[in-house]
């Protein structure tokens, strides 16, 4: 039982990771807080179901789709909000209140467009019959979720590590006004960076159904918490720590819901204020000063 | 000279993960004298600042503050006690008005007898007739002054003075190192952090040379910049000029 | 000090004469309550966001404790309805110094992990393991105690003694020295302000606040579940209502709530997702155009809003 526990954990982390890296690299770039991520997630999943309930889309080719109408979709909205909302004296702080807003709008139309009924699409569309790993026998859809998130990662390392663009966004992180004042056109950087957090949201959205559960237009806050759970664990901004993030926070919640089930929802919350209250940056995160 | 000098710093070490920030350096202070600390960046005089004013506590070493050792202790405890400090970018508290800022020190602050009017402390700043402004409607010369203001008005007996005189105008130069002059007259301590070695010649009755976290000189500016380890640690950097 | 007692006379008192004498006219009490409800979260909210800067958006946490205080008091001691709201201040307290380590985190750190908080504090309450202390989800039902009138009343005294701690704030060199930890901790410091001490007074005044808002909503409506009294649309309101009219002001939070939760009533409740869908555009707009609230109208052109 507790090796399966930890396996399925790791193969939940991964896709945890990729539920949290998109709300992470938008913090990483500017410093904001995307509390619509999570609502984003949620329009994933219900463009995965429609897909799949009107024209039979296997949700591995939606997946591409709403990889690249989210990022388009990421563009316009990024620029017009964040440019002025990073003007603002305290941005991070009115970030919060700002995508709360957002958050607001998207539940709202997504309530009034879909009602309010659970949607889910049933997991033998990624494969049928267990799949033994390591000698545990794990669904099909969890590992095609987790693998397909691994690949998203990997991809999203290989743009910040190994293209142009990816320094100068990594530049950008490490201190905004520096790039700025050394020519780097932090608006475009930052721009492409907020729309690929949102097509990896929407991204995590297609796979929900498969390992959050039905799908509704009010499961953006769950989804919050646990993203924010898996950024601050792995340290606020820095996408590397993400992928340590989703792996601690998977690996807890199966022991949890496995050991301890009644209590399992407490987790991403206890988690979150214990890594905080011992190390304010996370597990990777540098020191900071005093007072 | 006085027996025992009002701020003497023994050996003080400060490190950031595995740099070394402080390393040993020891100088001391009496009243009335205005201490210059120059050296290279990231030779470690802000870091120093920042320790004796309470922002860091030391990983090594003693501070003495008249004779007592205050290594560690709150920064706001230091500054009711005496010590008080300038910021080399000004922290005004921006929403505040001008009078409301000084208020806030000479209150909580001003602990000691010492401690002045608020009104004395615009007037002396030159910055009464900006009282009402808030502090983020201030240009950044006046904002300077504001952060002295704030200090002052805690009646301090040593104020720390990180790099005041970068972006001043030559007038504006000339009448802060006056002010700092009239501070000392009337028996404060000084340490200032500064690159500009005119001002510096101005203010200063001593200097300490600092270098990768210690001291390598002590003495007089004039005699500093003959120094051969001086020369060659500013070797092509700020030594000479301005 | 005394302009702090003129702005009380001025603002709060004929808002409190208004809302005690509003029952004899207008028979929806359980929405004048809420009213009343609200403009204490908002103040209780203003006097930690409004005067340190931190965002709580756990704070329906304390207002949750406090309700909880309340239930558990009357349920397990039965404690009479005042000594009920002791304890519901007293919950709300306690809660208060175990999340005070929270405070050293700063910016977006301190306002997920106060949400987290919350959630948490909702968890433990609402688990069916509880179920013999809390009644779990299942809600608890305290009409031994219930009296609208005596309830209505107590709600109108926090509401009176919340405005009073905002207008001393305004004026007292405390509520200076809290704004100007605000602006700068490490400036502050350098003033002589203990920050440590000034951050944690203030939020322990704002958690006593809502823990009693919440104390005298249990004992008003006496039956309620814990998804109502851990309703993140608390948090949600107090912050919105409060950057809406102006925080660290007596009056702005005030305005917003007669405001906007004036505009919830008119169309929230037939059609709860269009006043949604208004409710975000509207925050966003505020944040964009208008971050300092209504308040900063007058401010910018020199006037002092009370």
């Known amino acids: ?291 | 000279m006085s027996p025992e000098p009002l701020l003497r710093v023994e050996r003080l070490g400060k490190r950031f993960g595995g740099f070394r920030a402080l390393d040993g350096v020891s100088f001391h202070i009496n009243r009335g004298e205005v201490l210059g600390l120059v050296g290279p960046n990231g030779s470690g005089k802000t870091t120093c600042i920042n320790v004796i004013s309470g922002l860091y506590a030391p990983d090594a070493g003693r501070v003495l503050f008249a004779g007592r050792s205050i290594g560690g202790r709150a920064p706001h405890l230091l500054a009711r006690s005496g010590i008080n400090r300038t910021f080399q970018s000004p922290r005004p508290f921006l929403s505040l008005t001008v009078r409301e800022n000084v208020e806030i020190a000479a209150t909580y602050g001003g602990g000691g007898t010492a401690a002045p009017a608020v009104d004395v402390v615009l007037e002396r700043l030159g910055l009464a007739a900006e009282a009402s402004r808030r502090a983020e409607d201030l240009n950044s010369a006046h904002q300077k002054l504001l952060d002295l203001a704030r200090a002052l008005a805690t009646g301090p007996r040593l104020l720390l003075v990180d790099e005041i005189a970068a972006g001043l105008n030559p007038a504006e130069l000339l009448l802060m190192a006056d002010r700092l002059r009239a501070l000392a007259a009337d028996g404060m301590a000084l340490l200032v952090v500064e690159h500009l070695m005119g001002f510096l010649e101005r203010v200063t009755d001593r200097v300490i040379v600092m270098n990768a976290g210690r001291e390598i000189f002590d003495g007089r500016l004039a005699e500093a910049v003959r120094d051969t380890e001086v020369v060659r640690v500013f070797l092509g950097g700020a030594g000479h000029g301005n | 000090m005394r302009r702090g007692v003129r702005e009380f006379v001025t603002v709060a008192l004929p808002l409190l004469a208004a809302l005690a004498l509003a029952p004899l006219f207008y028979s929806n009490e359980l929405l004048l309550f809420n009213f009343i409800m609200f403009l204490i979260l908002a103040q209780g909210l203003n006097a930690i966001y409004g005067f340190t800067g931190y965002l709580p958006f756990g704070y329906v946490g304390f207002f949750g404790a406090g309700a909880y205080g309340f239930a558990l008091a009357v349920m397990h001691l039965n404690a009479s309805p005042l000594l009920a709201m002791a304890c519901a201040g007293v919950a709300a307290l306690v809660l208060g110094v175990v999340l005070t380590p929270l405070l050293r985190l700063s910016g977006a750190y301190f306002a997920i992990a106060n949400l987290a908080a919350a959630q948490a504090v909702y968890q433990v309450i609402s688990n069916p393991a509880l179920q013999d202390v809390t009644k779990g989800p299942y809600g608890v039902t305290l009409s031994s105690v219930f009296a609208p009138a005596l309830s209505y009343g107590v709600a109108l005294i926090i509401l009176a003694a919340t405005l009073a701690l905002i207008a001393w704030l305004r004026n007292a060199r405390f509520g200076l020295a809290l704004q100007a930890i605000r602006e700068d901790p490490v400036s502050a410091a350098m003033a002589g302000v203990a920050v440590v001490r000034g951050r944690t007074i203030a939020w322990l005044l704002s958690a006593l606040i809502a823990g009693l808002a919440g104390g005298v909503f249990a004992w008003h409506i006496s039956v309620f579940y814990p998804e109502t009294a851990f309703d993140l649309s608390f948090s949600i309101f107090a912050i919105v209502f409060t950057l809406f009219g102006g925080a660290a002001t007596q009056l702005g939070p005030i305005l917003g709530v007669l405001l906007l939760y004036g505009l919830y009533n008119v169309i929230g409740i037939t059609v709860p997702q269009y006043f949604q869908l208004i409710y975000g555009v509207l925050i966003v707009l505020l944040v964009l155009f208008l971050p300092d609230g209504l308040a900063s109208l007058a401010t910018r052109r020199g006037f002092r809003v009370p």
């Open chain 1, 1 to 291: 039982m507790l090796a399966h526990a930890i396996l399925s954990g790791l193969v939940f982390g991964c896709y945890f990771t990729l539920v949290g890296l998109g709300l992470n690299l938008i913090f990483g770039v500017m410093r904001i807080v995307n509390l619509a991520h999570g609502d984003v997630v949620m329009l994933g999943a219900f463009a995965a179901f429609w897909l799949f309930a009107l024209i039979g889309l296997h949700p591995l080719i939606s997946s591409l789709i709403v990889l690249a109408i989210f990022a388009l979709l990421g563009l316009p909205v990024y620029y017009l909000v964040v440019p002025r909302l990073l003007a603002a004296r305290d941005s991070e702080m009115l970030s919060i209140i700002l995508f709360f807003g957002v958050q607001q709008i998207i539940e709202a139309i997504a309530t009034i467009a879909f009602g309010t009924s659970e949607r889910s699409i049933p997991g033998r569309v990624l494969g049928s019959g267990p799949l033994h790993l390591l000698g545990q026998a794990l669904p099909v859809a969890w590992v095609v979720s987790a693998a397909v998130s691994l690949l998203a990662v990997a991809l999203v390392y290989l743009y910040l590590y190994r293209s142009r663009v990816g320094t100068l966004t990594r530049a950008v992180m490490v201190n905004r006004d520096e790039a700025l004042a050394s020519g780097i056109d932090v608006h475009r950087v930052s721009a492409l960076a907020f729309g690929i957090g949102v097509a990896l949201a929407g991204l995590a959205g297609v796979f929900s159904p498969f390992m959050l559960g039905s799908a509704t237009p009010a499961m953006g806050g769950d989804v919050n918490l646990a993203a924010f759970a898996v950024i601050v664990i792995g340290s606020l901004g820095d996408p590397r720590g993400t992928m340590l993030g989703g792996l601690i926070y998977g690996v807890a919640l199966m022991l949890m819901q496995t050991y301890m089930s009644a209590w399992a929802n407490l987790l991403p919350n206890l988690l979150l204020i214990a890594v905080l209250l011992v190390r304010p940056t996370g597990l990777l995160g540098r020191q900071v000063r005093r007072a």
